[in-house]
C-alpha cells in the first residue's frame, strides 16, 4: 500500500532596517489547511495581506485572527516556484507604519477578516516610528 504524506509548513524571517531579528517557523492553521484544498477547486482565496499585532498567546490550529492585530499591510509573492513546491511572500512596514513591541504575524486573504493562513508568535520586536520592518514568509509544501 502506497502511503504519502502531504505537509505545509511556514518559515518566517523578520528584518528590522535590512538586518534579521528573528527567523522563526509558523503554525499552518486549520483554515489555511482548508483554503489550499479549497484553491485546488478554484474555490479558494489567494494570500493578499500579511499582518502584525502585540499578542502572546501560543498559536492554536484553530486560530483564524491575530490576537492583537495592529497593522495590517498587502504583500507581495517575492520568490519560490512550484517546482521547489515553494511561495515566498514579504511584506515591508515602512518608517510610521506598524509600530510597537511586535510579538505576532499572521498571513491573511484580504486587507481585513478573510481567512488566516498561517500565524506565529515571537519574542518581541521594538519597531520604532524610524525602523523599517520586513517580513517574508516562505510556505513549503513537502
Known amino acids: ?10 518559515q518566517v524571517t523578520i528584518q528590522k532596517n535590512g538586518e534579521v531579528v528573528r527567523d ?11 483554503n489550499i484544498a479549497a484553491l485546488i477547486t478554484d474555490a479558494g482565496a489567494k494570500m493578499t495581506h500579511m499582518a502584525v499585532g502585540t499578542g502572546t498567546n501560543a498559536v492554536a490550529a484553530g486560530d ?6 495592529i497593522d495590517r499591510n498587502a504583500l507581495s509573492v517575492s520568490g519560490g516556484s512550484p517546482s ?3 511561495v515566498v511572500h514579504t511584506a515591508v512596514w515602512n518608517a510610521g507604519d506598524g509600530t510597537g513591541a511586535l510579538t505576532e504575524a499572521g498571513l491573511f486573504s484580504a486587507s481585513s477578516g478573510g481567512t488566516m493562513m498561517a500565524r506565529t508568535v515571537f519574542s518581541a520586536v521594538n519597531k520604532g516610528a524610524s525602523d523599517v520592518l520586513t517580513i517574508t514568509w516562505t510556505v513549503t509544501i513537502s
Request: charged residues 15%; aromatic residues 4%.
Open 84 to 86: 521547489t513546491n515553494t
Open 24 to 34: 522563526i517557523p509558523n503554525t499552518i492553521v486549520t483554515a489555511g489547511k482548508n
Open 64 to 69: 483564524t485572527t491575530l490576537q492583537t492585530e
Open 1 to 10: 500500500m502506497l502511503n504519502e504524506n502531504f505537509k505545509v509548513t511556514g
